[in-house]
């Protein structure tokens, strides 16, 4: 799974001009999920989420984890994060799991930042949406599961 986390003051998304998800301050993720991927990566990434320390203290370090500041998570699926542009200008999205398997993936992920105290919010799967953030930094990180501690669970 892979994970673009973004710190934000608040975050939104759309279907259709509707609005299906907003948090406060917290994070705003994005989420692919790739063909090698098992329910047993939801819980580490989740766990990873949560305790990354990119809030600010009050001495205006990066010691603060989302379950520390009480912020919430934007949860939004995005299978593009598996493209492969090596070749030719059209990204090839191959490496995405299929559809049915990533919905419930990207679920399961949410459901286990549920788990540990993190309030939730969510696009709509396989929708166009329009998403919308105020990043605070900016501060823009990339995780992958293959790349944690240990590789893949």
């Known amino acids: ?15 259709g001009g509707e609005e299906v998800g907003r948090i406060g301050r917290g994070l705003l993720l994005f ?8 329910d047993e990566h939801a819980a580490p990434l989740a766990e990873k989420v949560v305790n990354l320390r990119v809030f600010e203290d009050s001495a205006g370090k990066t010691n603060l984890s989302l379950l520390d500041v009480g912020g919430a998570a934007l949860v939004v699926s995005q299978f593009t994060l ?3 542009t ?13 559809p049915a398997a990533a919905e ?30 105020v990043n605070e930094g900016p ?14 669970p």
Do not use: C, I, N, Y
Request: proline share 2%.
């Open 1 to 15: 799974m892979r994970v673009v986390v973004q710190r934000v003051a608040e975050a939104a998304v759309q279907v």
């Open 82 to 84: 598996f493209a492969d």
């Open 86 to 98: 090596r070749k030719g200008r059209r990204p090839s999205f191959t490496a995405a799991a299929e």
């Open 139 to 152: 501060f823009t990180l990339h995780l992958d599961t293959d790349a944690m501690p240990g590789g893949r």
């Open 104 to 133: 419930r993936l990207v679920d399961l992920f949410r459901q286990e930042l549920e788990v540990r105290g993190v309030h939730t919010a969510s696009g709509r799967f396989g929708a166009e949406m329009r998403v919308s953030l």
């Open 31 to 38: 989420v692919g999920v790739g063909h090698e991927d098992a």
